[in-house]
Each structure stands twice: as structure tokens, then as C-alpha cells.
């Protein structure tokens, strides 16, 4: 019965895959492989809700220019700190990705569309920041969710999405995390 009434295309499933997922992050907050098992949850869990829209692919001239401006910064940044290729292409594959597809694409299209579904998606998404990470990483990621949430509803453009994710993640530990990691 539980399980008909979580497929049944009551929008039941986002939520409980949220609280799935915030209780996986506080039982292996000390398995060190942690960030695996998160990752396969998000892309995972929006495949078991029936009411799921897949990812839309849209290229027009916007999305080629953004997507060129996004390769770019992830060029000079590597080419400066050459010791990033690891971490970003880690982040895009480990964080950037699997996020996104969970939140932006599944979580924000299954609440609704508008301001509402991003501001709520972001505040879920820096919840889950902020029992991975502390508060200071959740109040961190809060704008930067909200403007990943407004760019997938402009763009409708889910490799543009994880690219701006990743390079936010890229850029914060090039430039930003040394200034902000005294205050953790």
C-alpha cells in the first residue's frame, strides 16, 4: 500500500526522497565513501517517480554563447591552477552533476515552476549542505542555488546547468575557500 500510494503520482516521492536523502547523509556522515552513495541517490531517486519529466537538451544561440563563456572560465582557471583538473572534473562528475539532476531537474520541475519551486528547492538544497557541511556551507550555497534554478528555467538546458555548478564549485576553491575556511 505504501509503495502504490508513492507511485500513484501523488507528489509525495520528492519529499520523502528528500528526507531519504538527509537521513543517508546523518547514517555514513563517517564513511569516507559518503559523497558515492549521495551521488547515486540523486541520480537514482527521481528514476523511481512515474511523474518525472526527463532533462531537456535546448541549444539556441544563448545557451552556445553561456557554454562558451562557462568552457572558457574552466580553461583559464585550470591553466592557472593546474592542480584543479582532479577536483573539477570530480565536482562535475561526483557533485555538479548528480545535484542538479536531483534538484533542478527532478525536485524544482516536480513542486512546480517560478520563483516558488526554486526558493523552495534551494532552501532543501541548503539544508542538505548544511548537514553534509555545517551552516556556514548552507548559507553559501543558498544565492548560488537560486541563480542555478533561475538559469535552468530560462535555459531549460541541463549541460549548461552542471557546468555553472561545477564552475562555481571550481571557482569557490580557486579563489574563495581559503578566505571563507577560517570562519568553518
Do not use: C
Request: charged share 10%.
Amino acid at each position: 500500500m505504501f509503495f502504490k500510494l508513492l507511485l500513484s503520482g501523488k507528489s509525495y516521492w520528492p519529499y520523502i526522497s528528500i528526507l531519504l536523502l538527509a537521513v543517508v547523509v546523518v547514517a555514513t556522515q563517517y564513511f569516507s565513501q559518503q559523497f558515492l552513495i549521495l551521488a547515486a541517490l540523486m541520480l537514482l531517486l527521481p528514476l523511481i517517480d512515474n511523474n518525472h519529466d526527463a532533462a531537456k537538451f535546448v541549444f539556441v544561440k544563448t545557451n552556445i554563447v553561456l557554454l562558451f563563456v562557462l568552457l572558457m572560465i574552466i580553461f583559464v582557471v585550470i591553466f592557472l591552477k593546474e592542480n584543479l583538473l582532479i577536483f573539477f572534473m570530480t565536482t562535475l562528475v561526483f557533485t555538479a552533476l548528480p545535484e542538479e539532476w536531483f534538484f533542478r531537474i527532478y525536485l524544482m520541475q516536480r513542486i512546480g515552476r517560478g520563483l516558488e519551486a526554486n526558493v523552495i528547492a534551494s532552501v532543501l538544497f541548503s539544508a542538505l549542505h548544511a548537514i553534509t557541511f555545517g551552516w556556514l556551507y548552507s548559507f553559501l550555497v543558498f544565492l548560488p542555488s537560486l541563480v542555478f534554478g533561475w538559469v535552468y528555467q530560462r535555459q531549460q538546458n541541463f549541460v549548461i546547468l552542471v557546468l555553472l555548478h561545477a564552475v562555481s564549485n571550481l571557482v569557490y576553491v580557486a579563489y574563495l575557500s581559503q578566505y571563507l575556511d577560517r570562519f568553518s
